[in-house]
């Protein structure tokens, strides 16, 4: 399944987030992206919207028959 604008701002975001704070968990990291994210120009989350759909776009190709079925 692609990943959505956030999560691909989140994987940029990740390392940089890990070095200042060397001792927090993957919950305390999302929620420091998050509080970013929501504070970013639209320019930024333009940028990471393209480079979602651009890996949706590849997905796609990649798996033509894929079709999201969450087991609920």
Known sequence: RPSNCFIAYRMAAHR???LQHP???SKEVSQIVGKMW???PESIKDHF???A?????EH???Y???SYNPKR
């Open 53 to 57: 759909n651009q890996m949706k776009e």
């Open 60 to 62: 796609a190709s990649r």
């Open 23 to 25: 001792n927090i968990n």
């Open 38 to 40: 929501k504070n970013e």
């Open 49 to 51: 919207r393209a480079i």
């Open 16 to 18: 940089s987030i890990l």
């Open 64 to 66: 033509p028959d894929y």
